[in-house]
């Protein structure tokens, strides 16, 4: 069983940075590949970012790419999204997952997942 804590979330102008971190305790968090979801209101949760266990793959969805960077410290149990040049389409609620074996793109491939934090990027 994996517990996951996001934090770093919060109101930036666009154009802006955050940094997001996810935190896990209990099970074994390198066995885990981890992936980043988002969701606004009245839609349905999406995919952002994703890496596998070791960190040595990772994959984005295209409306991140060259803006987001997923990274992970094993010794630390945590994972990072790092979020460059936001725009206000990226306003959402942003969560962790973990998932068992590789890394996956779907909300239904994961099986454990964090509370969510909120991120607003104002035009």
């Known amino acids: 069983q994996v517990q996951l804590v996001e934090s770093g979330g919060g109101l930036v102008q666009a154009g802006g940075s955050l940094r997001l971190s996810c935190a896990a305790s209990g099970g074994t968090f390198s066995s885990y590949a981890m992936g980043w979801f988002r969701q606004v209101p009245g839609k349905e949760r999406e995919f952002v970012t994703a890496i596998s266990w070791g960190g040595g793959s990772t994959y984005y969805a295209d409306s991140v790419k060259g803006r987001f960077t997923t990274s992970r410290n094993n010794a630390k149990k945590m994972v990072y999204l790092q979020m460059n040049n936001l725009k206000p389409e990226d306003t959402a609620v942003y969560y962790c997952?973990?998932?068992?074996?590789?890394?996956?793109?779907?909300?239904?491939?994961?099986?454990?997942w964090g509370q969510g934090t909120q991120v607003t990027v104002s035009s």
């Open positions: 997952a973990a998932r068992i074996r590789d890394l996956g793109v779907e909300v239904n491939e994961y099986n454990y």
